[in-house]
């Protein structure tokens, strides 16, 4: 997972660097395409065998996908990769702290909330549109995780995941047409959304089905406080952005309610401790 994480935040980073070509648009119709060719041909989903409750997870996740690749893509164009993803990350956050009637947890929530805001530091100048392109994403990832869950469940090994992408590259193939006849890519900015597409695709979808079928979604979504950090360094290192005091330190707060939950979530309860004794 940390992989599959560590690949995703070097995707966004490296798609970013084509934006000012194809932009965020061009730059997801390409991730999709590439990922739906590389899980296609690796795998061969079998696409007419698929139950009803089968397809329903395969359908929602190609919704969630684009929803939460487009406004995430949308939103790093406009606030950058370190202030999108921080955002974005509250949607598996929130996931953790669901359903919990435990204090400390609902404490987290409000911490990460004041997080938020001394991230976003709202004002005259701040960019809503983008934070709420952000704010989007973050719903599109809760999601992500138990639909992710529920295709590991429903479809052996990698045929959930090869089986969303082929559908979603199919349901890309008519944007891809409008937009490219639009503007004229260049080489060098084909390259990087392939790369992107390899990179934020393909190796964390792969990656993330992998580890949703050894630990439960709760766990997943609290261990992903890794992401702002990888986002972070992603953004200053291909990207030249650097964070502002305040920016750093709603980035550090949010990761820090995130630990707490983390840490709490990796203890076993007193009737499982009673059981294992």
Known sequence: MLAGSASAQAGAAVGAAAFPVLGPIGVTVVRQLVTAVVLGVGVRPRLRGLRRDQWLPVLAMVIVLGVMNVSLYLAVDRIGLGLAVTLEFLGPLAVAIAGSRRAVDLACAVLAGVGVLVLTNPGPSSDLVGISLALIAAVGWGAYIHLNRALGQRLPGLQGTAAVAVVS?????????????????????????????????????????????????????????????????????????????????????????????????????????????
Do not use: K
């Not at 702002?228 to 820090?256: F, K, M």
């Open 169 to 277: 590259g199919a349901v890309w193939v008519p944007p891809a047409v409008v937009w490219f006849s639009l503007f004229r890519p260049t080489p060098p900015a084909i390259l990087l959304a392939v790369v992107c597409g390899v990179l934020g695709s393909v190796v964390p979808y792969v990656a993330d089905l992998l580890a949703l079928r050894r630990i439960p979604a709760s766990l997943f979504g609290t261990m992903t406080s890794v992401n702002p950090v990888w986002a972070v360094a992603a953004g200053w290192l291909v990207l030249g952005q650097v964070l502002a005091p305040n920016e750093w330190l709603g980035i550090g707060i949010i990761v820090a309610a995130n630990v707490v939950v983390s840490a709490r979530s990796l203890r076993p309860a007193p009737a499982e401790v009673a059981t294992a004794a």
